[in-house]
């Protein structure tokens, strides 16, 4: 399952479809690596579905192809596919249709948008109005690692509730300095406390200082209560 959509195998989703269908107001910024000639499915349809699918529980692209194709005709409008306009029915879109788009598609982007989604889901009433808390640390995506193939390495920002609100892909050869303020970048972060692990405490990673300096330098985020912990061997200054 792409890396974009891990973010939505973690949310807790009792009406899924529902969820999905918010999502695609998000979804109208991405752009579409498809030409307009020959496009039979919206871009927002296509990945609307597979985030509902992910909601509901699907947890690979089989499971994914099988709950769309499962998918009653008021679900496949809800999320945006058009009726056949001679016949009214809805037609589900082909497993191979969905995996080539995503193949196509700009990762970051969608995990921006997804991100986008769920910090506004967050927020909205029945959600815990107090300070956020989120947490920023790496992970490696499950299923990754083949044959003279490395895994790949993410960078997440999760709520301490679990929800993961925006992730990037580490590149190869690198860590995960170099996409921590990208990650960050992409985030309303105002009144939250962030955390991070020790290797965002590096001198070379931002100016010296006490342990939350270099991080907010490094982020611009101003308004933003910062904590990392410092190994026995980072100098202290304040």
Same mark, same amino acid.
């Not at 192809?65 to 306009?85: K, Y």
């Given at each position: 399952?792409?890396?974009?959509?891990?973010?939505?195998?973690?949310?807790?989703?009792?009406?899924?479809?529902?969820?999905?269908?918010?999502?695609?107001?998000?979804?109208?910024?991405?752009?579409?690596?498809?030409?307009?000639?020959?496009?039979?499915?919206?871009?927002?349809?296509?990945?609307?579905?597979?985030?509902?699918?992910?909601?509901?529980?699907?947890?690979?692209? #089989?499971?994914?192809?099988?709950?769309?194709?499962?998918?009653?005709?008021? #679900?496949?409008?809800?999320?945006?596919?058009?009726?056949?306009?001679?016949?009214?029915?809805?037609?589900?879109?082909?497993?191979?249709?969905?995996?080539?788009?995503?193949?196509?598609?700009?990762?970051?982007?969608?995990?921006?948008?997804?991100?986008?989604?769920?910090?506004?889901?967050?927020?909205?009433?029945?959600?815990?109005?107090?300070?956020?808390?989120?947490?920023?640390?790496?992970?490696?995506?499950?299923?990754?690692?083949?044959?003279?193939?490395?895994?790949?390495?993410?960078?997440?920002?999760?709520?301490? /509730?679990?929800?993961?609100?925006?992730?990037?892909?580490?590149?190869?050869?690198?860590?995960?300095?170099?996409?921590?303020?990208?990650?960050?970048?992409?985030?309303?972060?105002?009144?939250?406390? #962030?955390?991070?692990?020790?290797?965002? /405490?590096?001198?070379?990673?931002?100016?010296?200082?006490?342990?939350?300096?270099?991080?907010?330098?490094?982020?611009?985020?101003?308004?933003?209560?910062?904590?990392?912990?410092?190994?026995?061997?980072?100098?202290?200054?304040?």
């Amino acid at each position: 399952m792409p890396a974009a959509l891990e973010h939505l195998a973690h949310v807790d989703a009792p009406a899924s479809v529902p969820d999905a269908a918010r999502l695609l107001n998000f979804l109208d910024l991405l752009p579409d690596p498809c030409g307009r000639r020959g496009r039979r499915y919206p871009l927002d349809a296509l990945l609307g579905a597979a985030a509902a699918s992910v909601l509901a529980g699907a947890r690979s692209m #089989v499971a994914i192809g099988e709950w769309i194709a499962d998918a009653p005709s008021w #679900v496949l409008r809800t999320l945006g596919f058009p009726p056949d306009p001679l016949t009214g029915h809805v037609p589900a879109p082909h497993s191979a249709t969905l995996r080539r788009l995503l193949a196509r598609l700009d990762g970051d982007a969608l995990d921006e948008v997804i991100g986008a989604f769920l910090t506004d889901r967050a927020s909205r009433p029945g959600h815990d109005a107090g300070r956020r808390a989120v947490a920023v640390d790496g992970k490696t995506l499950r299923g990754s690692r083949h044959s003279g193939q490395a895994a790949v390495a993410l960078l997440a920002a999760m709520e301490h /509730t679990g929800s993961v609100l925006a992730q990037r892909q580490v590149a190869d050869k690198s860590n995960e300095i170099p996409a921590f303020a990208p990650l960050l970048d992409t985030m309303d972060l105002a009144g939250a406390v #962030v955390t991070a692990d020790a290797l965002h /405490t590096q001198h070379n990673h931002g100016p010296p200082g006490p342990a939350n300096r270099p991080l907010a330098a490094r982020t611009g985020h101003r308004q933003t209560h910062h904590r990392t912990c410092l190994p026995d061997h980072q100098p202290r200054s304040g």
